[in-house]
Every structure is written in C-alpha cells, then in structure tokens.
C-alpha cells in the first residue's frame, strides 16, 4: 500500500463519527494491505513505531517538526509557527502550506508504507550530537516529496497527535472482519493480543498464519503478558459466595507490579503498562539471575519498600521514588526492594496460563524458594469470612492495602478485569471512597479569574468495555491547581477534535472534544443516577444498567493527586462502566446495611 493511500483512508476515519464506521474503513486498510506491512500499519495506526515495551520512542520535538514544515515548503520557520498557533494542530499546518508551496515539488514520489516507516524509524533511532539536524532533514524530505494530505499525517505520526481515536479493540475487530468476514474471530485475537501485547504481531500472524495461527498463538518469552485485573466486593461473604465458597486470600501490597522474564542469564522486567523497566530495578534483576530455580520463567509480583532493620513495609511514595532514571544504585541502596511473587505463566517452556491457581501458585513457591529478595505472597485458603476478615485487618495493620482473593480453580486470565481475582480494600467500607480513573473527553473555556488560563473544566468518561466506548460520567470543575490548568490546556490544544469522536457516547457538549487520550484521577462523593450522562444508559447485553433513559454520574467530582493526568494507565485501562455500576450496588448495600 502506499502512504497517500492510507492518509485517504485516516482521513475518512477522522470524520467517521460512529464506531462501526471506523471499523468498516480500517477493515479496508487491512484488507488491501500487503504481507509485510500489516503490522507496520497498524503500528502506525496505533500512532508508535513498536509494542510500548519496545521502548521506541520518535524523539522529535514540536519546534523540530515547525522547521521540517518550512524546509519542505518555503514558508519561513515564524510563518510555520503562527499558523500553528492559529490552528494548535502542526498536521493541518502541514497540509495548507505544502498546498499552497511555490517550491517546486519532487514529480511523482509515492512512498510506500515500508519507506515511510523505515524513514520513521531512521528519525528515531538518531541519536547523539548532530541528531537533531538529521531528524529535521529525514522529516523534511519527506513533506517534499508528499500530497497535503500525506503531509498532515506525516507530521503529525512522529509528534503522537493522529487524533483518529482508534483504540486497540476497534482494531482487533476490524482484522477479525477483514479476514473472515465476521467478528467472530475476535475473541480468539483478543487472546493472542493478551499474552504478546503486540498488535502489529497479532496482525502479521493473522495475514500469514490464518485462523489456526492466532488459535494456537502461545506465550512468549520476552513479549509480556497483558496483567489479570482484579474485580472489587465490599465484603468477605459477597467474595466468598462469588468463589464458591471457598477461596486463596493473599495480601494486596502497595508497590509497583513488575513482570519478570528469564532465560538462562537473560532477565527483563516490565510493568503494569507493558513498559520495559529492566534497568530501573538492578537487585530484582540481580535476584532473577540468581535466586530463582529455573531455566526460563515468567513470573510476577509486586514490588516495594522493605526495611529489613524494622520488618516494615515502605509507604507507596517511598516505592515509588525507585522508579527513575538516574541515580539508580543509590536508590537501591537506600530503598531496597522486594519483589512479593503472586503468579506464574510460564515455566521451562511450557505454558502456564491455562493451569489452575492451585497448580501455578506450588510452582511458584518452588521456583522462588530460598530468594532473599523475592518472596511469594502471604496467603490463607479460607471458606470462613470471619478468618477472611481477620487476614484482611491484618493486613491493613502491616501497612498494607488490603487484600486480593483468588478463585483456586481459575486460570490466569491475561489482559482482563475478572471475577476469579478479587480485591477488597478498606476504602470499599462505608460510602464511596475509592477513587475512580476517569478518560477526558472534553473540556470547557474558564470564566473570571480562571480565564488566564481558559481553562473552566473537564468533561470525563469511563470506558465501556462491552461496546469498545466512552461513556460520560462527569463533568468536573473544582480541585484543580493553577499548575494543572496550564498543563491540561496544553494538553487537551493538542488533541482537539472537531466533533465528537467516534468512541465518545455523550449527551451534552463541551467546549471542546478531546481524542480520548488522558486519564485523571478522580474522588466523589457519590454515584447517583443522571439524565444527562450515558455512563451505563441501556441494555445490559450492551453494558448497561438496564434503563434506557438513565445513566449514572458522579456527586462532588474533584481531581485528586498532583499530577494533572495519569502517566501510567491508558484510557482503555481506566475505571470501566461496569465498575461503576457495581460501586452504586455496594453503595446501596451499605446504606441499607446502615440503617
Ligand atoms: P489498584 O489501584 O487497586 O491497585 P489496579 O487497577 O492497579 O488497582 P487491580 O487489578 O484493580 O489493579 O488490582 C490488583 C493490583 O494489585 C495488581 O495490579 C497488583 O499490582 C496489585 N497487587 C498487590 N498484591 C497483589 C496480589 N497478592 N495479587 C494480585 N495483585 C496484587
């Protein structure tokens, strides 16, 4: 395929306003790729250049882009930049300049997807002194040679601002359509997607393997596995009686979750977002190397904060200070890590995930038997809620968060929020006190004192997993600091949208749609129902409540934390609308409860 013809194909996608649309064109795309390219599109279609725990990063700033724009087109570099500042987009700054270029353009030069890539990769792999100039020219090259169209989306790949909204759902979908006509392969791509985590994989198997490929697609090592999710219940008979009665109880620690994968001396770890974090944590990777009785594993667990000298857990801000990029010995020195060990999917070649909790917790305790520094979680099997709730007061007087039951039959269900793991936190009694993470959707101009920064609020979202959509559920006004106005206008200018996006079920308009793109944390008070949000409105097959006209929304919403957005969750891991309506349950028992 070549690049114009995918810039076509973006461009319809930009002004689809309705899910299906946008699978039925990326059904296209994928249909008239070639071998060879599929995962190179959908890397691009994801906006990066590989799966995140590649690490690939473009390393272009805004101002380098401005210059390749006026390199490629004539314009002056303050031309580039006050348009910029008109539009608050660089790719349709692109798009109206290479239109209206005297210079003359290179005839005919169509690049195909390959070249495309291969120059974005070149861009992001240039490092060092000189770089800078390079990129530019890389860029600028080939804005020269490029349609206005092609020209928008060149620039606007390598800045991570494609503002198409295209999540990873819509594209499994889409590739389960373009192959065999239907949805029904989807489960199956879903599947594979969890345990590698990468989607252009997932694609390139498709294409050359078929179905059979993506059914018998197996863990690999040093391709992370997507993390089971828990589900949360207020109380230890609600958990017991969703388990069958009878269930494994282990601590639930406050640290960082750290996925580890060894063969022979190799040891890489990855996070909670799939994100290679080998080298911020040398002793864990020194204790994989060392103290664990395999040949090859994947295994994970929690990291934290342990002082030896007192036996204490270190609070969640102190864990975190580990993760950095510099200075990271001391730190070890002075933060020493253990790594609480509480699954396994993989051991010396064979596939674990489909074994039973039971089996994969003994192989567990006796790979990491004897580690100094990684332990295996501390756990009862109970049928009894009262010793459930002893271990879970326990637990919260070591300094802990609570604690996660585990279903002893289930499997490890990689990539999904499920009932066999379940978590209950002492935030979960009383009312409402569990913070929600919620995706921005849009967001409104200030009024008096805040209009220096014309910045008046958020309209927010939770992620409807059935439907692959963003339901609003809140429009939050208060609780922000100056410093994070500024930075979420900054922000949410470069992700406007002209509509609404596709995946963005809303009833009222804000200011300004934003792609969904950022996550923030939010507490309330309450969960009421609302007329005008769609959070939960409709069918349950859908996702729903169950009324058509009623959906669910936050009481006092206010952002809570220091940073303006969430750098760690993506919007599809956000707070779902199922959650949400299971918190309104449990605000409901209580209450009842209460009385
Ligand atoms: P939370 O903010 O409550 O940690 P989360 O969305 O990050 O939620 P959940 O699936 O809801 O993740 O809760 C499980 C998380 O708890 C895991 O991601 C893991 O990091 C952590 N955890 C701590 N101890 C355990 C344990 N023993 N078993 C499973 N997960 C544990």
Redesign the pocket.
């Known amino acids: 395929m070549q690049f114009f013809e995918l810039s076509e194909y973006y461009s319809k996608l930009e002004s689809t306003s309705s899910r299906l649309g946008m699978i039925d064109i990326l059904k296209d795309v994928f249909k008239n790729s070639e071998k060879g390219e599929i995962d190179k599109i959908i890397y691009i279609t994801q906006g990066v250049l590989a799966p995140p725990f590649e690490g690939v990063e473009f390393g272009l700033a805004e101002k380098m882009a401005e210059e390749a724009v006026s390199i490629a087109t004539g314009f002056s570099k303050e031309e580039v930049n006050s348009l910029y500042k008109k539009k608050g987009d660089l790719g349709s700054v692109a798009e109206d300049l290479v239109q209206k270029s005297k210079l003359k353009r290179m005839s005919a030069r169509k690049y195909s997807i390959g070249e495309v890539y291969d120059s974005m990769l070149k861009i992001s792999r240039s490092s060092g002194e000189g770089s800078k100039n390079v990129k530019i020219k890389l860029l600028a090259e080939m804005i020269a040679s490029s349609t206005p169209l092609e020209a928008k989306y060149l620039v606007r790949y390598p800045l991570g601002e494609l503002r198409m909204g295209v999540g990873d759902a819509t594209i499994l979908e889409a590739l389960s359509v373009a192959f065999t006509g239907e949805r029904k392969l989807k489960e199956s791509l879903e599947r594979a997607y969890n345990i590698c985590s990468d989607l252009g994989l997932v694609g390139a198997v498709l294409m050359e393997k078929g179905e059979s490929g993506i059914k018998s697609f197996k863990v690999t090592l040093f391709k992370p596995i997507r ?4 589900e ?1 219940m207020p109380t230890a008979e609600q958990i017991l009686e969703k388990m069958h009665g009878k269930a494994a109880v ?5 640290g ?2 750290c996925q580890a994968h060894k063969s022979g001396k190799k040891v890489q770890l990855y996070s ?1 977002r799939l994100e290679n974090i080998t080298s911020m944590f040398p002793d864990i990777v020194r204790a994989v190397q060392t103290e664990i009785k395999a040949e090859s594993v994947i295994f994970e667990g ?1 990291a934290l904060g342990f002082n030896e000298a007192t036996n204490e857990f270190m609070p969640f801000q102190e864990t975190m200070q580990r993760k950095r990029k510099h200075g990271i010995e001391e730190m070890a020195g002075e933060i020493p890590l253990h790594l ?1 060990a ?2 396994i999917m993989f051991l010396n070649g064979e596939d674990y995930l489909n074994q039973p909790y039971e089996k994969r917790r003994k192989a567990l305790e006796e790979v990491v038997a004897g580690s100094k520094t990684i332990k295996p ?1 501390t ?1 009862i099997i109970t049928s009894s809620p009262k010793e459930l709730d002893k271990f879970f007061e326990d637990s919260i007087e070591k300094g802990l ?1 609570g604690i ?1 039951a ?1 279903d002893l039959e289930s499997h490890y269900i990689a990539g999904a ?1 499920k009932f066999s ?1 379940i ?1 209950m ?1 002492r935030s979960y009694m009383g009312k409402l006190s569990d913070t929600l993470d919620l995706v921005i959707v849009g967001y409104y101009l200030g009024r008096g004192s805040r209009s220096e920064f014309q910045f008046g609020g958020l309209l927010c979202a939770v992620y409807n997993k059935k439907r692959d959509m963003f339901e609003t559920v809140s429009r939050i006004g208060t609780g922000f600091t100056e410093k994070q106005m500024s930075e979420l206008k900054t922000l949410l200018d470069k992700s406007k949208v002209k509509s609404r996006p596709a995946r963005v079920d809303s009833l009222i308009a804000p200011d300004f749609w934003v792609e969904p793109r950022y996550v923030v944390t939010v507490k309330a008070d309450e969960i009421t129902k609302s007329p005008t949000h769609t959070c939960g409105r409709g069918s349950k097959e859908k996702g729903g409540a169950g009324e058509e006209d009623v959906g669910y929304a936050l009481r006092f919403p206010r952002i809570v934390g220091e940073e303006a957005v969430r750098s760690d969750k993506s919007v599809e ?1 956000a707070t779902t609308t199922q959650e949400v309506l299971e918190m309104y349950n449990n605000q409901k028992r209580v209450r009842v409860e209460d009385k």
């Open positions: 993390p089971a999710l828990a949360r282990e601590q639930k620690y406050d960082f979750r909670r929690e609480f509480f699954d979680s756990r968060e996660v585990k929020r793991w978590k936190k891991d």
